[in-house]
């Protein structure tokens, strides 16, 4: 029996031995070049849907007698490049509304020659140099740097033609860019844009009012624009100046036509691409809520941030009437509509710079407030609407608690009393400093209306930048009123309608601000 097995044994590892030996005689087998293929491969080309002009292509090889090291990847037209990934993201240029690009993509192995070429010729296409890293960032090969090694290179690379459908873009306003139901002739709009092709190939925006056959066009980078009718007006539709962006310094080379005053208005809006296709008129307000636009018909806007039910407004309004400036005035009540979370219903939603475009309308602005004023939109508007040569008379009192430092973006002040005087009694004097005095401004006293005037700040104005004008007839005789050296800027930090006691010199006070001072005439 052990004999019986040695002799099986020696059997099995001689034909082992005779089978070896005859693979290592004969002829040497050639290499074969690699296969590559395309992931998307239809039967045929009727197979596919139209591709978005941004595509995701995925391609592999298959190398018999080897391995596959990378690919030469191009489009038609284009040169051959190297890759070792075996997919990619692709943008293509929208020429016309369908078009079609063809894909090349070929396999290389790792049966190169071991060192570095300059040239790459396969199948009598020219491949350029071998890839290469260039360690000393000369652009040229060093002997020593790395190298990709290119073998053979499929002779039949896998093409693909894909027929390419552009996509229109698609246009929205912004959330929460609604206007106001009623706005004067300044007024900002935003929209977003989006482009599946990708949104640089948005080329154009088309604008329009109340008009679809009068479109306005503007790049197609735009996403904000403020239209602005500056007064006075000889007709009751009239063209608007176009601001893009938020400054209001470098109108647009067009105007938009068809602004329609003291009347109903509809903003429309869509957006154009390279290749010509057009997004969705969206408009502005939509079909259910309206717009009107409020012809401006003055040069004062009366600015209502007042709460309290004291009939404050009706007294302006008097006071206005009395010096003869009663047709001169507009009135803009920002805290109606006002809750807890949101702002008053007719505050634009941009305050810059579509608050400052309606500030500009007016040669001169009266703004009171109550102890919770708009303070953030007057940090925001008032200095670059003075500086852009407006004047304002503010009546403004404050909170119990507030950042003080706020106040010094819109007055000439360099700080605020500490704490706030508790009450004002009834029938205390506003008395004239010397500069006051000399310049010709009334006294003035607090009412006897029981109704507190509460909770007054007192001022230290800068020196170098305004003059004195009011102090309270309390104990230190702290500065109330003040103005800077221009005259663009009044502040008297009390309810003006509340200072109409003693000699009633409220109306003396009005003419002495808006007719003398601000230069506004009957």
Avoid at 392 to 401: D, E, G, N, R
């Amino acid at each position: 029996m052990r004999r019986y097995l040695i002799l099986i044994t020696i059997l099995i590892v001689s034909i082992i031995f005779i089978s070896c030996s005859e693979s290592m005689v004969g002829n040497k087998v050639e290499n074969h070049p690699p296969e590559t293929k395309i992931f998307l491969f239809p039967d045929s080309p009727n197979n596919i849907s139209k591709q978005k002009s941004k595509l995701h292509v995925f391609w592999w090889g298959d190398d018999p007698d080897g391995f596959v090291i990378g690919y030469y990847i191009k489009w038609e037209n284009e040169p051959w490049s190297f890759t070792t990934k075996t997919d990619s993201i692709f943008t293509l240029t929208i020429v016309g509304s369908d078009t079609s690009y063809t894909f090349y993509v070929t396999a290389v192995d790792n049966s190169g020659n071991g060192k570095y070429d300059n040239k790459v010729i396969r199948n009598n296409i020219d491949y350029g140099p071998e890839p290469f890293t260039d360690l000393n960032g000369n652009n040229v090969y060093d002997f020593g740097e790395p190298f990709i090694d290119i073998g053979y290179i499929d002779p039949t690379p896998a093409t693909f033609k894909f027929p390419i459908k552009n996509s229109p873009p698609e246009i929205s306003f912004q959330k929460n860019s609604e206007v106001a139901e009623t706005t004067f002739t300044a007024v900002s709009f935003a929209w977003n844009i989006s482009d599946i092709d990708g949104d640089e190939t948005v080329e154009k925006i088309y604008i329009a009012l109340n008009d679809t056959s009068s479109f306005v066009e503007l790049p197609g980078y735009v996403r904000f624009i403020t239209i602005v009718a500056q007064p006075p007006f000889t007709s009751d539709i009239t063209n608007a100046t176009i601001y893009i962006g938020s400054s209001l310094n470098e109108p647009y080379s067009l105007q938009l036509p068809n602004l329609r005053l003291n009347h109903l208005n509809r903003f429309y809006l869509k957006a154009k691409d390279i290749a010509g296709a057009f997004s969705a008129t969206i408009t502005m307000p939509d079909t259910v809520k309206k717009w009107f636009v409020k012809k401006p018909k003055g040069d004062i806007l009366i600015i209502d941030d007042y709460t309290i039910a004291d009939n404050a407004e009706n007294f302006y309004r008097a006071m206005f009437d009395s010096i003869g400036l009663g047709n001169k005035i507009d009135y803009l009540d920002i805290k109606f509509g006002k809750t807890s979370t949101t702002p008053g219903i007719f505050l634009p939603k941009f305050i810059n710079p579509t608050f400052l475009a309606t500030l500009r309308l007016f040669k001169a602005v009266f703004w009171f407030t109550d102890n919770d004023p708009t303070l953030e939109v007057a940090q925001l508007t008032l200095r670059n609407y003075t500086e852009s040569g407006g004047r304002v008379l503010l009546s403004m009192i404050f909170p119990q608690v507030f950042d003080t430092r706020s106040l010094g973006d819109f007055l000439p002040i360099d700080s605020v009393s500490s704490v706030p005087i508790s009450f004002i009694p009834i029938n205390t004097p506003v008395n004239l400093t010397a500069d006051g005095q000399s310049l010709g401004y009334p006294r003035l006293q607090r009412d006897g209306s029981p109704s507190p005037v509460a909770r007054i700040r007192t001022f230290y104005p800068n020196t170098a930048a305004s003059k004195n004008l009011y102090t309270l007839g309390l104990s230190g005789n702290p500065i109330i009123g003040f103005k800077d050296n221009e005259s663009r800027r009044i502040f008297i930090g009390l309810p003006l309608h509340r200072l109409n006691g003693g000699s009633s010199n409220v109306k003396a006070f009005f003419q002495k601000v808006f007719i003398s001072e601000f230069g506004v005439t009957p």
